[in-house]
């Protein structure tokens, strides 16, 4: 059978193996070939503030060939020019060599080249990588499949950036000679990435539609509010992610730090990706990217605001901390907002569209950048713009910060019209998020994706059940929502033993389902909802109307749990005599329990030998009866244990040392033994009736119910009988007889 251009899960799966290997090269290849390194030599040959604005939106500004590609590379298959890409941004890196050749205004110039035919190569992998994570990932999984290629990408980019600035603290590297060999290293480097690119699966092939170009896209995009808001997001985004990254040469410039602490920055804005990547992975699939953007731009807002402030004369300890804390915030919504892109990338024209928008991106990013750098400039008017308590506040790249406010605030807004499909409101969200409840579920959900084993997966569910936050009870909605599912009786369990309002109707559904393979747990679990009249509704029905006879015992029973009132009462004793089943009888009596506040269904006490039961239903029954009545010890049921197991074979003597509190019994120990080993019933009715007839127990109706009940004994065959009934009536007499008034 030919395949389509859609993968199969198998291929997915080895084509992310290659993804996050590529992925991990990358991370040391741009590291030693991006910005930062850049940056540093930028500043060594002397650079302005307008050429390093450039440097910062440089790696976006290159989106402006896009609209080319598509034409240019038609019909070929997307994953070969992908690699073929990612193979020439490593091979113009080694014309860093020629800085050694050049200097002053030359080598930037040289320098500013290179960089812009880097990023060139570099956007044009970057176009069709996006629609490649698509390809590789599924509407379920895309948030963190994201997630997780950022963080192969940060974890590898730290630790060399750990290791280049061990390079450059070292004397004979801390020049030019150090940060153009480490170029040349990661050019190298850029090859393995290349190569594990060329492995991931692809039958995409890039197509170019005549007359669909960037302008056409771009209307056609910005007529629908879907993909009007989700792109001004994006773009606004990388706006921002441009002016925060001119907070590298601000250290350099600003506080005069050394290229080994600022490239250790640079390790500290990793870490804050990696952590922006762990939050995106946790919550973006499950909450929506919307109130997750929202919220963080709240917080961008608050951080930024610090930088607007802060002096060059605060530690530089406070800087990398700031940093971290605001690059997590920016980080966070360029991962989110590229999700809610490629949520809405048309699949049949992913590497037009994906051209297109990084087409804007190239524009805006170089408007950004340069009127960045020519706010940069404006240092000395900067530094004197606020004050506080008498004192100037602020450095030279206030305006820049302030720059960065004005675009972060029309992001909150952006993101508060904006419509995704599934996502939390902004309220739910914060419940989730600000709460240690929110966190403890997202963390239980996660362990159950992970969990095999049945016990941890039991535990959990307990945990999710007590565990009142909406996430949680979004979770157990879904599983309640599945027709089969290994976790849905412990669902409905959990919302039995802790009863969840908002779920009720959901818990309903299950229960009227009568194909449902948890329909009498759900049944049995709305007993536990007793004020509310949906579930006494349901249970009526259930008992009325339902299916099968285990559905109407179960039904009497929660709703007498639900009611303890005598208004069902005849029902469900008409009911209980069509029982079949030990489990229907056993409802039945439970509810019989709750209803009959009299005990008037005592009466049928032997009604089960008069139908000629089995041994084990008859134990059963009596040990039920025995457990409404609390006698205490010894214990009816552990009595029949006993004489099941043939341990210890004189079960009998231990029940009667203890009743011989019983003056009937002590009298008559060694004949009641005699009674038993020879099974003469006769002769143990009549000493039963004799203990019976003598006692009084009119004060409790449920003790006298039982008396008339076992009395009847008197009038029955005794033929019916066997060792069963004869302990019942002994022990149930027994008990009686010690309860006497008087």
Avoid at 19 to 26: A, F, G, L, Q, S
Avoid at 208 to 221: I, N
Avoid at 368 to 396: D, P, T
């Amino acid at each position: 059978m030919p395949k389509t251009k859609y993968l199969s899960d198998a291929e997915k799966k080895f084509g992310r193996k290659h993804m996050y290997r590529e992925e991990m090269y990358n991370g040391v290849a741009y590291s030693l070939l991006g910005d930062t390194i850049v940056y540093l030599l930028a500043i060594y040959f002397g650079a302005g503030n307008i050429a390093l604005g450039y440097i910062s939106s440089a790696s976006y500004i290159a989106g402006i060939v896009l609209p080319f590609v598509p034409q240019m590379f038609h019909g070929r298959n997307q994953i070969k020019v992908q690699a073929m890409a990612w193979l020439m941004r490593g091979v113009v890196c080694f014309l860093y060599l020629g800085l050694f050749i050049v200097t002053g205004t030359w080598a930037v110039l040289l320098l500013l080249v290179v960089y812009t035919l880097f990023n060139i190569f570099r956007m044009i992998g970057i176009a069709l990588n996006d629609s490649t994570l698509k390809s590789l990932s599924s509407a379920s999984n895309q948030g963190k499949v994201v997630a997780a290629v950022n963080t192969a990408y940060q974890s590898s980019s730290i630790v060399v950036r750990c290791l280049t600035a061990l390079v450059l603290g070292i004397q004979q590297f801390t020049g030019l000679v150090g940060m153009v060999g480490l170029q040349i290293v990661g050019a190298l480097v850029n090859f393995l990435a290349a190569h594990e690119m060329s492995l991931i699966p692809s039958r995409n092939t890039i197509l170019h539609k005549k007359g669909r170009t960037v302008v056409v896209l771009f209307k056609e995009a910005m007529q629908q509010s879907a993909f009007r808001r989700r792109l001004v997001l994006r773009w606004l985004s990388t706006a921002v992610a441009v002016i925060f990254g001119l907070t590298t040469p601000f250290l350099r410039l600003e506080l005069g730090l050394s290229s080994s602490m600022v490239v250790i920055y640079s390790v500290v804005l990793g870490l804050s990706i990696i952590a922006a990547s762990y939050v995106s992975k946790q919550f973006s699939d499950r909450l929506g990217s919307r109130p997750l953007v929202f919220f963080a731009t709240l917080f961008s807002l608050f951080f930024f605001m610090v930088w607007v402030l802060v002096t060059r004369s605060v530690s530089p300890i406070w800087f990398y901390i700031l940093g971290f804390l605001t690059n997590f915030f920016v980080g966070l919504i360029s991962l989110l907002t590229f999700r809610l892109v490629t949520q809405v990338m048309p699949d049949d024209e992913m590497v037009a569209f994906n051209s297109m928008v990084n087409f804007v991106i190239a524009i805006i990013a170089f408007a950004v950048g340069i009127v960045s750098g020519l706010l940069a400039n404006q240092g000395e008017v900067a530094r004197s713009l606020f004050v506080l308590e008498g004192k100037a506040a602020g450095n030279g790249y206030t305006l820049v910060f302030l720059f960065a406010m004005v675009l972060t605030a029309i992001e909150a807004l952006v993101a508060t019209r904006l419509q995704e499909l599934g996502a939390y409101s902004s309220q739910e969200a914060a419940q989730v998020i600000f709460s240690m409840h929110g966190l403890r579920a997202v963390s239980m959900i996660e362990k159950l994706e992970r969990t095999s084993d049945p016990a941890k997966r039991r535990f959990l569910m307990f945990s999710l059940g007590e565990n009142l936050n909406n996430m949680a009870t979004s979770e157990l909605r879904q599983i309640l929502a599945s027709p089969f599912s290994p976790d849905k009786a412990e669902a409905v369990r959990a919302l039995a033993d802790r009863p969840r309002k908002s779920l009720l109707d959901d818990l309903i559904t299950v229960a009227r389902d009568d194909d449902s393979y948890v329909q009498l747990e759900a049944i049995a679990a709305l007993g536990s909802y007793r004020k509310e009249e949906r579930a006494k509704d349901a249970l009526l029905q259930l008992m009325l109307h339902g299916r099968w006879s285990s559905v109407r015992s179960m039904a009497s029973k929660s709703l007498a749990r639900i009611t303890e009132s005598t208004e069902y009462l005849p029902l469900v004793n008409e009911l209980s005599h069509s029982a079949k089943h030990i489990d229907e009888i056993i409802d039945y009596l439970i509810a019989k329990r709750f209803m009959d506040k009299e005990g008037t269904f005592y009466q049928e006490f032997f009604l089960s030998v008069e139908q000629g039961r089995s041994a084990t239903f008859r134990q059963t029954r009596y040990a039920v009866i025995a457990s409404f009545l609390k006698f205490g010890s010894p214990r009816l049921a552990q009595l029949y244990e006993h004489m099941n197991l043939g341990y210890p074979r004189d079960f009998l003597s231990s029940f009667l040392a203890e009743a011989r509190d019983l003056n009937q019994i002590d009298l008559n120990y060694d004949s009641i033994l005699a009674y038993f080993n020879h099974h003469q019933w006769e002769n143990l009715r009549y000493f039963c009736m004799e203990i019976l007839e003598s006692c009084d127990v009119s004060y409790d109706p449920c003790f006298e119910n039982l008396k008339k009940g076992l009395l009847k004994a008197k009038e029955m065959d005794i033929g019916l009988f066997d060792i069963q009934d004869a302990l019942a009536l002994l022990y149930f007499s027994y008990s009686l007889g010690k309860n006497s008034r008087g």
